[in-house]
């Protein structure tokens, strides 16, 4: 079991300023006091009691906390303490400094497959490795995937967010709807039991994105992303892979299979010629082809309006939730109003997608 320290975390580390939000809290930059050393702490808000739908229930904190403790690879985040108070816990994370791996992407001019294909790799053998302990992330999107430093002459791409994380069972069978709608496998629609081969549909949808700057079962609305999904509906439109070479195409088409089963692995994935050509002619077919630059940039501008509008929406709507608290007289009311559900509707995209800042 984890071991949570019941000292206060600015006793050792000095709170610094906001990196980024999550659902259920902030990351902020740590300054370790003895040892001048930077940190990031993401801040969980604690649910006070059972019938609270305000933060996280300590079990599924602790479930992120084994998950990173096991996960020691350089291709992943790395945690380093865990503090407890009555109200939240503070894991204790190294600093990413480099943002955002598509970010940095979207800073380039040119960028050939080769050069995307390294960036790979890396993401590959973090979820090889992680699978290998048979754990799932189930939640690979972009906004996950960070580099270390982005002015290094090789960035080490780190992958961050293990609140959706499940360590895979033999015998158990495993069912979630989370996860957001644009990277999420046909088996989680449909609530089938789930395997480290939902990570490989997302590999699959991540990779699509990457080299044309299209997102494959994009629909006008979330219901309809989740239709093409199930429907297994998409296709490398010339306009847009014009310029990807075949054995790119021929990867992609060997992660997005409806039957799980039939994906490949994210070792059998570090084998595919595409990324370890067996001959020359394979390995400069991938260093002539390049990505779709233009519409990458267009894509990733969109995704980071959508995710701005959606922290805009969501501190609203927290405001408006806190007034309506503060209000309320009764503990009755109280508890009523909170509520950690984005959408009043009952639509099934809302019960899928889990965080707002997550859809894009
Ligand atoms: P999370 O709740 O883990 O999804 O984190 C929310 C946001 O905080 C991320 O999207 C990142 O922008 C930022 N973040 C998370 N972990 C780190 C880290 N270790 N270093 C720097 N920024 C981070």
Request: negative net charge; proline residues 3%; hydrophobic residues 35%.
């Amino acid at each position: 079991m984890a071991q949570f320290k019941l000292q206060n975390v600015e006793d050792f580390y000095e709170i610094g300023e906001i990196l980024g939000s999550g659902h259920f809290g902030q990351v902020r930059e740590l300054r370790e006091r003895v040892s001048g050393v930077s940190w990031a702490g993401k801040f969980v808000k604690l649910r006070r009691s059972v019938s609270s739908r305000l933060g996280l229930e300590r079990k599924t904190v602790e479930r992120e906390v084994e998950i990173l403790q096991a996960l020691q690879h350089n291709n992943i985040m790395a945690l380093k303490d865990v503090f407890e108070s009555r109200a939240e816990v503070v894991l204790v994370v190294e600093l990413i400094c480099g943002g955002e791996l598509f970010d940095f992407i979207a800073e380039k001019e040119n960028l050939m497959e080769n050069d995307a294909i390294e960036f790979l790799k890396q993401i590959l053998k973090g979820v090889a490795f992680m699978h290998n302990k048979h754990i799932a992330h189930f939640d690979l999107k972009p906004e996950n995937i960070m580099l270390s430093d982005k002015k290094a002459e090789h960035p080490e791409i780190k992958i961050i967010d293990f609140g959706l994380a499940q360590r895979l069972t033999t015998g158990e069978e495993y069912r979630s709807l989370c996860g957001t709608p644009q990277y999420i496998g046909p088996e989680v629609i449909n609530y089938e039991p789930l395997s480290t081969a939902s990570d490989m549909w997302s590999i699959g949808v991540i990779t699509y994105i990457l080299l044309s700057g299209m997102s494959p079962f994009q629909g006008d609305s979330d219901e309809e992303t989740l239709r093409n999904i199930v429907d297994m509906k998409y296709e490398f439109e010339d306009q847009y892979f014009s310029q990807t070479s075949d054995m790119a195409k021929d990867f992609i088409e060997k992660l997005l299979i409806k039957d799980p089963s039939e994906r490949m692995t994210a070792e059998e994935c570090l084998l595919h010629p595409w990324i370890k050509p067996l001959t020359r002619k394979q390995a400069a077919n991938r260093s002539r082809s390049s990505i779709n630059m233009k519409n990458f940039k267009k894509f990733n501008a969109r995704r980071k309006w959508k995710m701005s509008y959606n922290m805009v929406w969501a501190c609203n709507r927290l405001s408006r939730l806190q007034l309506l608290c503060k209000r309320a007289k009764e503990d009755e009311e109280l508890r009523s109003c909170e509520s950690d559900q984005e959408d009043i509707e009952t639509k099934p995209a809302s019960l899928i997608r889990r965080r707002l800042s997550s859809s894009s």
